[in-house]
């Protein structure tokens, strides 16, 4: 959905919520021995660290192995497997299928022939209302779940409305917010979406309460910040779920989180979110297909199963800053869902890593030039 | 992409290997292809620059420009063919000659002291000056025997960076 064809450098604003991208980057230049001894021209015509690294790079690196969905083996190629499989598929498409679109179909007539009537009439009475609407959003979101014939198994306990609390969990697929909604009716905050998804956002996720971020847009950063603290002050408000990650991982690791969540003077809720891969992989490659096609996928497949844990609120430790604090919440969760953690930034997805990681190498050698240059 | 290995076949494989010198073993080569279908998003059957440097850690390396010249719409064998040079079955006049096409960037056969000074600009960036450049180099020239106005051949490069072998190897991993 995102055009990912047009890449511009980062702002420098994103620079400083980052820790040291070099302290956990096995770089050949880190492990090897700082070079002693007399400068030679050996030395300055040796380029082989340099080029090995990105000959590395080219070969394998960390950050396309987060976006990376491996399809399935197949594994139908027999003369009784076969015949098996199709009659899956048959089943799947034929029947299946249109079994849980009607599912759905039930659940937005009985939805929205709910929801409209209780907006307008309940206007003045807001506390029920909203009370009612969470509610609905809670129904509809089982629905939703119930058309992928979605196995979830919920662990630790339930998350409780108080005020000064944010969930955060790690992101798979937008249907991570869905599978969370329908145990609590979360308050979210989201891309603003294209289409369709746009329209159920501006009125539907609106009721819940929402806060839109354009990734584009470099002042966006502090507008959202503003919008976040306005609604965790407000006593009224659904509790906030943010996915510090920023994007879609396929559930395999999880990229750095972004600080903003962290940053608020609240106790922070981790949620860790495990798909199981056995029916469908849930991972929503937005490089490779609409949200649309994506949905189609999971309700032509038998089942998404997964595990949400609910694990022990966190607060900022003294002494801790809001980019430690969202480096130790990331451990929690990586560590809970089985998840490898890698160092990069999930927008650079969207835009190319700012020049200061290549300027610090630059250093390095100059430093190591010009020293050992004095030795004699 | 599909199941990338059944789109190889085992004749593709061994062209490939017959292309590389035999440097990569043909798992090997099976890993590299699905590593260049990922990166190739179209199917192009080239992996086009910016497709490159949607990679960060080969963006934020000093020398990936040049690099990517010498990469950039590569179809499958002759990305295996150049990536063989990091192969740890290399020899070392191989990765030699790797090195000195990277500082004969106007292929010309031969490396001049301009061409030394660029490539150390990329390394060194603006955290050394031009003239502190041309200072170092120019030192440890005079000290190896050459003079600024010498052009250095592959066979120089060999004989100053050869004899005491040149580590540069990439691991493919085989999953």
Redesign the interface.
Same mark, same amino acid.
């Given at each position: 959905m995102n055009s990912s064809g047009v890449l511009k450098s980062s702002s420098s604003e994103l620079d400083l919520d980052r820790p040291n991208i070099e302290d956990y980057l096995p770089s050949g230049a880190a492990i090897q021995q700082e070079p002693r001894g007399k400068l030679r021209l050996h030395d300055l015509l040796d380029i082989s660290p340099t080029l090995s690294e990105a000959a590395g790079a080219i070969v394998d690196d960390s950050f396309t192995r987060c976006f990376k969905s491996n399809p399935p083996e197949p594994w139908n190629w027999n003369i009784y497997l076969f015949p098996l499989w199709c009659f899956g598929v048959l089943l799947r498409y034929l029947i299946v299928f249109p079994t849980r679109v009607l599912v759905l179909t039930i659940g937005w007539i009985i939805f929205l022939s709910s929801f409209i009537p209780v907006h307008f009439l309940l206007k003045g009475h807001d506390r029920l209302r909203r009370s009612i609407e969470r509610s609905l959003v809670e129904m509809i979101c089982s629905f939703f779940v119930a058309s992928w014939t979605g196995v979830v198994r919920y662990h630790g306990p339930r998350p409780s409305r108080r005020p000064k609390q944010v969930f955060v969990a790690n992101h798979t697929s937008m249907i991570d917010f869905i599978v969370l909604e329908q145990m609590t009716a979360f308050a979210v905050i989201m891309q603003k979406h294209p289409g369709w998804v746009g329209l159920l956002q501006s009125t539907i996720l609106e009721s819940v309460g929402c806060i839109w971020f354009n990734r584009s847009e470099a002042k966006d950063r502090e507008i959202v910040a503003r919008k976040l603290r306005e609604h965790v002050q407000g006593a009224d408000n659904n509790p906030l779920l943010i996915f510090p990650e920023g994007t879609c991982v396929n559930n395999h690791y999880t990229v750095m989180f972004k600080k903003g969540a962290f940053e608020l003077g609240c106790t922070v809720c981790p949620v860790a979110i495990k798909y199981n891969k056995i029916f469908v992989d849930a991972f929503w490659n937005s490089r490779k297909q609409s949200f649309t096609k994506h949905l189609l996928q999971l309700m032509t497949s038998w089942a998404v199963v997964c595990d949400v844990w609910y694990l022990e609120p966190q607060s900022l430790k003294p002494g801790e800053t809001p980019i430690e604090f969202a480096e130790r919440v990331r451990d929690i969760i990586s560590t809970r869902a089985g998840l490898k953690k890698v160092p990069w930034d999930g927008y650079l997805k969207y835009s190319r890593p700012s020049p200061k990681h290549r300027e610090r190498k630059q250093q390095n050698f100059a430093e190591s030039v010009l020293r050992r240059l004095e030795e004699k | 992409?599909?199941?990338a290995s059944s789109m190889l076949t085992q004749y593709d494989i061994e062209e490939v290997q017959e292309h590389c010198n035999h440097l990569f073993s043909q798992q090997e080569i099976v890993c !590299?292809y699905e590593?260049f279908c990922? !990166?190739d998003?179209n199917a192009k059957g080239f992996i086009s620059s +910016?497709e490159? @440097?949607?990679?960060?850690?080969?963006?934020?390396?000093? @020398?990936?420009q040049r !690099?990517l010249k010498m990469?950039d719409g590569l179809n499958f064998k002759d990305f295996v063919a150049f990536?063989s040079a990091?192969s740890t079955k290399a020899g070392t006049h191989q &990765?030699v000659e !790797?090195?000195f096409k990277?500082?004969d960037s106007d292929r010309n056969g031969k490396v001049s002291f301009k061409d030394?000074l660029e490539? @150390?600009k990329d @390394? /060194?960036? /603006?955290?050394?000056s031009d003239d502190?450049r041309e200072e170092? =180099?120019g030192?440890? =020239?005079k000290?190896?025997g050459?003079s600024k106005d010498c052009y250095l051949t592959l066979d120089d490069?060999i004989k100053? =960076?050869g004899h005491?072998g040149? &580590?540069? +190897?990439?691991?493919?991993?085989v999953d």
């Open positions: - | 992409m599909g199941s !590299l590593r990922q !990166l998003r +910016d490159f @440097l949607s990679i960060p850690e080969f963006v934020m390396n000093p @020398l990936s !690099l990469v990536l990091f &990765k !790797l090195i990277v500082y030394i490539v @150390l @390394l /060194s960036g /603006s955290y050394m502190q170092v =180099l030192q440890v =020239l000290e190896a050459y490069f100053v =960076l005491s040149v &580590k540069m +190897d990439v691991e493919v991993p």
